[in-house]
């Protein structure tokens, strides 16, 4: 292991244990991973692991394991990478400050494996001399019960969010660095130039169908015979295109047509409907709020975006209640406020 570059991955569940794994599985890391809730467990036992990509497995642990990031943070130990994997919900957890006692200014590069968009804005401005990079993951994978269980074959695309104060030559080399630790010849892990526009591109689906069907409880297929799709989806679709061009990314022409018929004969549930559901947080910041804030920045008006945000922020605090993460007084409070 001596010379091996200290690589630390925190999320070890679905997404980020096959993640975990493929690092492993090329053995040029010296891998840590932190694992919050089942660490007893992967401790002792490891993670079993169906997966498509890797066949079945049991007992798989990486070199290190650590309950929190801060038994992370081993004194006289630099990490080279570190990576999240874990879902991006700033309004609950924000992971610049979590990571912080494993960061060394200048020398850490922080992998941002998850889903959402302008990601790295957080993180550039509080390590501003560090290298952001950007990872698209098409992972099929979840924990049930403990087991891993990955579906879909592992393809991500990885570049960097760019940060301005960095020379590009320094922000692609890393970049490169952790694809060659990352990629192996199960997986298919490839440089994608263009981040910002790759998340745009996402942003067509996830900013509006799975937002409306979060709100209304239902699939993409029901959605679109109850006439949803075309009222209000699609209308909010157009808002994105608008805010990417006022960000000088030009998305292809046919863009809307593409993301609509993305799903052609499946009644798919997207995952923020497959959250609410659950009753789990969505990742309401990552895929709306920060498309709202790049608009205001640029004057681009959204008035369906902001409607779909505003009443997900109600549903958020309602799926925060349900967690134990708000908690009311039993009387409810009275306001002053004078509304006009
Ligand atoms: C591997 O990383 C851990 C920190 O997670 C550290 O304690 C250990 O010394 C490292 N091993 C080597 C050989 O660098
Ligand atoms: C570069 O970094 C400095 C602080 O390190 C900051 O004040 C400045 O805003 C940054 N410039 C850009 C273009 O981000
Ligand atoms: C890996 O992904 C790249 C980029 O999407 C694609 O061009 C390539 O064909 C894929 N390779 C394999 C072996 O699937
Ligand atoms: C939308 O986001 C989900 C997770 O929230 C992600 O798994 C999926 O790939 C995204 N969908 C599209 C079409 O990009």
Redesign the pocket.
Known sequence: ??G?P?V?LVGAGGVGTIVAYGIDYVSKS?L?IVVRRDYEKVKDAGYAIQSVDYGNIEGWKP??IYPSVES?A?PG?TYDFIILTTKNLPDIVKLEELIEPVVTSEKTAIVLMQNGFDLGRPFIKKYPKNVIISGVSHIGSHNSNGVIHQTQKDKSLVSYFENPNLSQDVQESKTHEFITLYSNKCNNCSYFADAKWYRYRKLVYNATLNTVCALTGVDTGRLDLAGGLESVSIPAMKEVIAVATADGVELPKDVINSVVHSDDGDWFEPSMRVDVKKGNPIELEAILGNLLQVARELNVEAPVLNVLYNLLKVVQFRLKEGQGLITLPKERPISDKIYK
């Open positions: 292991m001596q091996k200290n630390l010296n840590s070199q290190n992370a081993v130990v």
